[in-house]
Structures are given as structure tokens and as C-alpha cells.
T-cell receptor
């Protein structure tokens, strides 16, 4: 069974601070996705990374896929209260079709 | 992005009754849909993979007779929680892919099930 370990599980920071969330596995993934979920709603896709070493930017969010395609990170610059939410990494098994999720990082940004 | 609609968003039922949750892909055809369960403050746990025209594939530990999945068309999958009990209370979420391996998965808005 492939596992995605996500850290930290909870993060409370002040507005304006930077943060990084990590997603690690001992297995190779064909792709990794990052989602954000609000309470009572389904996850919303932020980005998909496919190529080892790939870096994608989405405004203040920077996503990186490890060279070996076993890990990924999400970096948020100058966090804002609107960034508060549950961030989930998810991966597709190589050659497979199932998506498995990390435990999630609950981010709280204080004004 | 593609739209996946889930219905109902909330449902309360009595113990012993069955509840059906629908998952529809509104603007694309989905040969495969996925059903997840999420407990409070926890991540999504894959329950089963729903395949159009064939039997669902259940994850280890998920009772197939308890959680009946039907994928009768390319745009609709249903999850029926049979003989519901309070411990079945949870947030159920479906997702669908727009294509094959490597394509993005889009999620429904989820269904909050409360069994009283």
C-alpha cells in the first residue's frame, strides 16, 4: 500500500508569514495533485505536477515535484487569512487509476 | 474545470434505513468514478472505484454489501448506504476523471450523512 505522508498536520501562523507543506512517500507517483478543501465542501484542485523536478506557481503558491517523483512541496508566500483551509496532497499510482490522499494540513492564518 | 455534482448535500436518516447518494458528471463522460469517506478533521479515504457497466472495486475493509455502488451510465454513479447506523455518519465525496490515467479528478461538493 502506498502512503503519502503529509506534514505538518496543523499550522497556525500570522498574516504575512511564509510556510511550506510537505508531502512524502517511499513510492514513485506518476503525478501528484494539491487540493484545498473548505469545511463542508469537496476538495478543489490547485495544481497537478507530473514531471520530476517540476515547479509550478499559482500567484503566491509555489508547488514543486521532487526529482524522483516521490515527494512534493507547497510553499505559500505572505500568507493571508483567506488561505485558511485544509490542504491535501494526492497521488496517482504509476500505471494505476486510483488517487490516494495524504492526511492533510490544516492551515490557519491569523489576521 | 469539469463539473461534478453530488446530491443530496445533506441528509438525515433513521437507523436501519437506506440512503442513496448520487454523483453526476455534468459536462463530461466518466467511465470511472470514485467514492471517498471523510471523518471530521481527517483526510479522504478511498472506499471504492465505480466502473460504468461493471462491478465496483472496493478497498480493503469496506463492506460491499453495506455500501452498494451502481454506475449505470457514463454520467451517473450512486452510493447506497444500506441499513444505516450512527457510525455510518460521515462526509461522503465522489470524484470523476475526465479521461484516462494522468487526467485530473474533479470532486463533488460532498454529502453530509447523519444517522440518528
Amino acid at each position: 500500500t502506498q502512503l503519502l505522508e503529509q506534514s505538518p498536520q496543523f499550522l497556525s501562523i500570522q498574516e504575512g508569514e511564509n510556510l511550506t507543506v510537505y508531502c512524502n512517500s517511499s513510492s514513485v507517483f506518476s503525478s501528484l495533485q494539491w487540493y484545498r478543501q473548505e469545511p463542508g465542501e469537496g476538495p478543489v484542485l490547485l495544481v497537478t505536477v507530473v514531471t520530476g523536478g517540476e515547479v509550478k506557481k499559482l500567484k503566491r503558491l509555489t508547488f514543486q515535484f521532487g526529482d524522483a517523483r516521490k515527494d512534493s512541496s507547497l510553499h505559500i508566500t505572505a500568507a493571508q487569512p483567506g488561505d485558511t483551509g485544509l490542504y491535501l496532497c494526492a497521488g496517482d499510482q504509476p500505471g494505476g487509476f486510483k488517487t490516494i490522499f495524504g492526511a492533510g494540513t490544516r492551515l490557519f492564518v491569523k489576521a | 474545470g469539469a463539473v461534478v455534482s453530488q446530491h443530496p448535500s445533506r441528509v438525515i436518516c433513521k437507523s436501519g434505513t437506506s440512503v442513496k447518494i448520487e454523483c453526476r458528471s455534468l459536462d463530461f463522460q466518466a467511465t470511472t468514478m470514485f467514492w471517498y469517506r471523510q471523518f471530521p478533521k481527517q483526510s479522504l479515504m478511498l472506499m471504492a472505484t465505480s466502473n460504468e457497466g461493471s462491478k465496483a472495486t472496493y478497498e480493503q475493509g469496506v463492506e460491499k454489501d453495506k455500501f452498494l455502488i451502481n454506475h449505470a451510465s457514463l454520467t451517473l454513479s450512486t452510493l447506497t448506504v444500506t441499513s444505516a447506523h450512527p457510525e455510518d455518519s460521515s462526509f461522503y465525496i465522489c470524484s470523476a476523471r475526465t479521461g484516462g490515467v494522468g487526467t485530473e479528478a474533479f470532486f463533488g461538493q460532498g454529502t453530509r450523512l447523519t444517522v440518528v
